[in-house]
């Protein structure tokens, strides 16, 4: 009875790291190809908030065993990394563009003070 016990909390366990690699998959997959749109952002919420009602379906009382924590650490640090990857990169991006901003402003505002000075 205690190996039964034992094996179903595996498959549960197992089930719930399975759908996360699922996720993670993907959102690794179109973070390589054409990053993230508001849309996406928005999807990966949604999963992220499946994900959580999956592990709050856990009693919290499984034991996991040492492969299973490796893949559930392997698994966050690939979500974690490709989310610095993600938005590193859109930070970059945003910085550049506020910076651009900045400049077309002082641009701007050369413009603007020259025609002061002609009227």
Do not use: P
Not at 47 to 66: C, H, Q, V, Y
Not at 67 to 96: P, W
Request: aromatic content about 8%; charged content about 35%.
């Amino acid at each position: 009875m205690e190996v039964l016990s034992q094996q179903l909390e595996d498959k549960k366990v197992d089930n719930y790291l399975n759908k996360y690699e699922e996720v993670v998959k993907k959102w690794e997959s179109k973070s390589s190809s054409s990053g993230f749109s508001l849309s996406d952002i928005t999807e990966m919420n949604s999963s992220n908030l499946e994900l959580l009602s999956e592990a709050n379906k856990l009693k919290g009382d499984e034991t996991w065993s040492d492969s299973q924590l490796n893949r559930l650490s392997d698994v966050s640090m690939r979500f974690a990394k490709m989310l610095t990857k993600q938005y590193g990169s859109s930070m970059g991006d945003l910085d550049k563009s506020l910076n651009d901003l900045d400049k077309a402003t002082k641009d701007f505002e050369k413009e603007m003070q020259k025609l002061k000075d002609m009227y």
